[in-house]
């Protein structure tokens, strides 16, 4: 475990010497799991993983906002958390929904749309260096990529 903690202290530390050199105006680094986020006021979203039964906690803490988020998982379906949180009324919306992985990516985003129909695609995010770099150190450590729906809607 030492020689783990000695490896990422020193990578935390050339990632923060990269970061004093250019200017953190010009880099985000997933090492310090900040998010490049233009929107500004995301109130809530929603996660969809639908080959889980739980999801697990997202780094809103990195957005420099508290927005509220639920969940589609394998326990949890598109048409209970609709219903649920009265989707049917566009201020009740998520103005976002970030898939988990790509697996079947068109009939999740199929199904997702039949409650949200105003969703366009903002952005893939894939696993960054420090992500792969701690893959390997612990495969358990999941790499995941995380697909971005805008909802019209709210944001336009």
Not at 44 to 55: A, G, L, Q, R
Not at 86 to 98: G, I, Y
Request: glycine share 2%; aromatic share 12%; net charge positive.
């Amino acid at each position: 475990q030492f020689r783990i903690a000695v490896i990422a202290d020193t990578v935390f530390a050339i990632f923060r010497a990269i970061k004093a050199r250019i200017g953190p105006s010009n880099c985000c680094f997933a090492i310090e799991i900040k998010l490049c986020c233009p929107f500004k006021d995301i109130k809530y979203f929603v996660v969809e993983d639908v080959s889980n039964s739980i999801v697990r906690f997202p780094p809103v803490y990195y957005t420099g906002q508290w927005p509220r988020y639920d969940a589609i998982t394998s326990e949890i379906g598109y048409s209970a958390l609709a219903s649920g949180k009265d989707w049917s009324k566009t201020e009740n919306q998520p103005r976002f929904v970030l898939f988990i992985q790509e697996e079947n990516l068109q009939t999740r985003l199929d199904s997702v749309m039949k409650y949200l129909p105003e969703l366009v695609y903002e952005t893939k995010v894939n696993p960054s260096m420090m992500d792969r770099i701690i893959h390997r150190i612990n495969p358990v450590n999941a790499n995941e990529k995380i697909i971005i729906y805008r909802n019209k809607a709210l944001i336009p």
